[in-house]
C-alpha cells in the first residue's frame, strides 16, 4: 500500500536527480541581447532626446540633471552591441531608464501644455521600454498601453530623423 510519505520520499529524490541532471553544464551559460533589443534601446534614447528641443520651446523646464541623464541614456544607447553579455548591458539599460523617467517627470510636471506630439514620444518609450527591461534581465510589470511594439518603434524612429 502506498502512503503519502512514501510517495514524498520517492519524489524528493526524483528532483534532486532531476535538479541536479538540469544544472550540468549550464553554469556558465551566457544570456546575450539581441539586435532587436539593441535598435529598440536607441529609438527609445534617441526618440527622448528629440524631444528636448520642443520641450524647451515650450517652456517646459528641463534642469540640469534631466538634461544630463537625457545624454547619458543616448550615450549608453549607442554603447549597446549586440551579442554583449545582458549582465553588461544592466547598467546601460538602467541608465536609459533614468532618462525616460527624468523626460516623464518634466513633462508631467508641465501638464496639458505638452502638445500630443511630445506625449505619443513618451507613451511609445513607455510602450517599448519593458521589452528591452527584460532583456537584460529587469522584472518588470507590463504597461498597458494603447500602443504594440511596431507601433511604438514607427513612433520612435519618426522622432528623431
Known amino acids: 500500500m502506498n502512503?503519502?510519505?512514501a510517495f514524498l520520499a520517492g519524489t524528493a529524490g526524483l528532483?534532486?536527480?532531476?535538479l541536479a541532471a538540469c544544472a550540468t553544464g549550464t553554469t556558465n551559460q551566457?544570456?546575450?541581447?539581441?539586435?532587436?533589443?539593441?535598435?529598440?534601446a536607441g529609438l527609445i534614447a534617441n526618440g527622448i532626446a528629440a524631444?528636448?528641443?520642443?520641450?524647451q520651446t515650450l517652456g517646459v523646464t528641463l534642469t540640469p540633471d534631466t538634461l544630463t541623464k537625457i545624454n547619458a541614456g543616448v550615450t549608453a544607447a549607442k554603447n549597446l552591441v549586440a551579442g554583449m553579455a545582458a549582465n553588461v548591458a544592466l547598467p546601460l539599460v538602467q541608465q536609459i531608464v533614468a532618462d525616460v523617467n527624468a523626460v516623464v517627470a518634466a513633462v508631467g510636471a508641465a501638464g496639458a501644455t505638452v502638445p500630443s506630439s511630445v506625449?505619443?514620444?513618451i507613451g511609445a518609450a513607455e510602450a517599448l521600454l519593458p521589452l528591452v527591461e527584460l532583456a537584460v534581465g529587469l522584472v518588470v510589470a507590463p504597461k498597458v498601453g494603447r500602443m504594440s511594439p511596431?507601433?511604438?518603434?514607427?513612433v520612435l524612429a519618426a522622432a528623431h530623423r
Open 3 to 5: 502512503t503519502r510519505r
Open 15 to 18: 528532483s534532486a536527480a532531476a
Open 30 to 40: 551566457v544570456v546575450t541581447i539581441a539586435q532587436q533589443v539593441v535598435d529598440d
Open 51 to 55: 524631444e528636448v528641443g520642443p520641450l
Open 119 to 121: 506625449q505619443n514620444v
Open 150 to 154: 511596431a507601433q511604438a518603434r514607427r
